[in-house]
Nanobody, 129 residues
Framework: VQLVESGGRLVQPGGSLRLSCEFS????????IGWFRQAPGKEREGVLC????????NYTDSVKGRFTISRDNAKNMVYVQMNSLKPEDTAVYYCATHPRPVCPEVPIASLLRHTYDTWGQGTLVTVSS
């Protein structure tokens, strides 16, 4: 399995971006896919997860109502639509696979990361005027 993220760039506060995660490998429809982010000097945190049946878990309260995750099982793609972006959304965004058809719910960030087994290289989102 390989994951490749794309779509990150510089955007002004209040702007929108759509990040993409391309999955290469077999059985995409058996994996839950999570999005994580890591800001400079901070721990990598979970943002959103989507199961093969499109059940969504939101890991970060700060993105509720602004970020939306979706997947296209026919194209092996997962997307996150990010609206009303804020400077504090600046981070490298990663997608990762969870080898179960249900998104994990683990309250501790470090333990949550360990439930995901394959990671992409990340894409940088910078929100600044």
């Amino acid at each position: 399995v390989q994951l490749v993220e794309s779509g990150g760039r510089l955007v002004q506060p209040g702007g929108s971006l759509r990040l993409s995660c391309e999955f290469s490998g077999l059985h995409f429809d058996l994996y839950s896919i999570g999005w994580f982010r890591q800001a400079p000097g901070k721990e990598r945190e979970g943002v959103l997860c989507i199961s093969p049946s499109n059940n969504v878990i939101n890991y970060t309260d700060s993105v509720k109502g602004r970020f939306t995750i979706s997947r296209d099982n026919a194209k092996n793609m997962v997307y996150v639509q990010m609206n009303s972006l804020k400077p504090e959304d600046t981070a490298v965004y990663y997608c990762a696979t969870h080898p179960r058809p249900v998104c994990p719910e683990v309250p501790i960030a470090s333990l949550l990361r360990h439930t995901y087994d394959t990671w992409g290289q990340g894409t940088l989102v910078t929100v600044s005027s």
